[in-house]
Nanobody, 121 residues
Framework: QVQLVESGGGLVQAGGSLRLSCTASERAFSRYVMAWFRQSPGKAREFVAT????????FYADSVKGRFTISRDKTKNTLYLQMNSLKPEDAAIYYC??????????????WGQGTQVTVSS
């Protein structure tokens, strides 16, 4: 069983930056595809970014490309999401997820509890 714990959310002004972290409980972290999703009230969970097990491949939603960067540190079992140039429409609960297969669909095996990001205009 993999446990994921997100942190780093908060309130930021439009144009500002935040870095989210997601710490995994298991050493097998290095073998999983990791991803960030987000969900706003009344909307479906939305793909944000994904990174493969060896960090050699990343993929982003068009809405965040060029502003967000996903990375992972296997020595710390931690996934990151650096968010720059934040917009009010980026406000959501952000979730990290882990899965052997990955992809952009929210069908991952393991999920964190989420961290709230609020962007003021």
């Amino acid at each position: 069983q993999v446990q994921l714990v997100e942190s780093g959310g908060g309130l930021v002004q439009a144009g500002g930056s935040l870095r989210l972290s997601c710490t995994a409980s298991e050493r097998a972290f290095s073998r999983y595809v990791m991803a960030w999703f987000r969900q706003s009230p009344g909307k479906a969970r939305e793909f944000v970014a994904t990174i493969n097990w060896n960090s050699r491949s990343t993929f982003y939603a068009d809405s965040v490309k060029g502003r967000f960067t996903i990375s992972r540190d296997k020595t710390k079992n931690t996934l990151y999401l650096q968010m720059n140039s934040l917009k009010p429409e980026d406000a959501a609960i952000y979730y990290c997820a882990a899965d052997y297969s990955g992809g952009t669909s929210p069908m991952y095996d393991y999920w964190g509890q989420g961290t709230q990001v609020t962007v003021s205009s």
